[in-house]
């Protein structure tokens, strides 16, 4: 099992920057894929960025070139570093990774960008 615990979410004005934060229960450096996820109101929930171990991160076309998601394995933690931030880009967002048969999600953590 792995616990994901979320932080470094908040209030931010347009053009800002936040760090998300997920540290996990366990040692990451073998697991091979980890994602930041958010839900919009009203909206579905929609995959933000992901790293898969042997591969480049992939990022939503809405975030690309604004979002950096990052791992630090001595850490155990996945970071998404949100940059030159929109209103659009609020939500909740969750961390997520895929281990063993099973899903595991950080409990959630509201970004909100306003002025």
């Known amino acids: 099992q792995v616990q994901l615990v979320q932080s470094g979410g908040g209030l931010v004005e347009p053009g800002g920057s936040l760090r998300l934060s997920c540290a996990a229960s366990?040692?990451?450096?073998?697991?091979?894929?980890l994602s930041w996820y958010r839900r919009a109101p009203g909206k579905q929930r929609e995959l933000v960025a992901e790293?898969?171990?042997?591969?480049?991160?992939t990022y939503a076309d809405s975030v690309k070139d604004r979002f950096i998601i990052s791992r630090d394995n001595t850490k155990n933690t996945l970071y998404l570093q949100m940059n030159s931030l929109k209103p659009e880009d609020t939500a909740v967002y969750y961390c997520?990774?895929?281990?063993?048969?099973?899903?595991?999600w950080g409990q959630g953590i509201q970004v909100t960008v306003s002025s």
């Open positions: 997520h990774t895929l281990f063993g048969a099973n899903n595991y």
């Open positions: 366990r040692s990451i450096a073998g697991i091979v894929q």
């Open positions: 790293m898969t171990r042997g591969a480049g991160p």
